[in-house]
Nanobody, 114 residues
Framework: QVQLVESGGRLVETGGSLRLSCAAS????????MGWYRQAPGKQRELVAT???????VYAASVKGRFTISRDNAKNTIYLQMNSLKPEDTAVYYC????????WGQGTQVTVSS
């Protein structure tokens, strides 16, 4: 079993920055890909960015150039640095880990005021 705990979400103004963290515990040695997803009110959950254990990254087109995903394997933590935030980035952000199973965190709220 893998447990994921997100942190860092809060209210921020348009153009501001935030860094989200996701700490993994439990069956961490089986984790390959980790990532961030988000779900805005009334919308489906969507991919934001993923990173493999080897450091390969994938970004949604809407965040490319503004968001950066990174991984600290020593701390079993991934991060999402979000810059130039827009109101449309407002959502609950979820951490996901693909190991022998598919694991999700509880989510952290990011609100960008206009």
């Amino acid at each position: 079993q893998v447990q994921l705990v997100e942190s860092g979400g809060r209210l921020v103004e348009t153009g501001g920055s935030l860094r989200l963290s996701c700490a993994a515990s439990g069956g961490i040695f089986s984790i390959n890909t980790m990532g961030w997803y988000r779900q805005a009110p009334g919308k489906q959950r969507e991919l934001v960015a993923t990173i493999t254990s080897g450091g390969t990254t994938v970004y949604a087109a809407s965040v490319k150039g503004r968001f950066t995903i990174s991984r600290d394997n020593a701390k079993n933590t991934i991060y999402l640095q979000m810059n130039s935030l827009k109101p449309e980035d407002t959502a609950v952000y979820y951490c996901r880990a693909l190991a022998r199973g598919d694991y999700w965190g509880q989510g952290t709220q990011v609100t960008v005021s206009s």
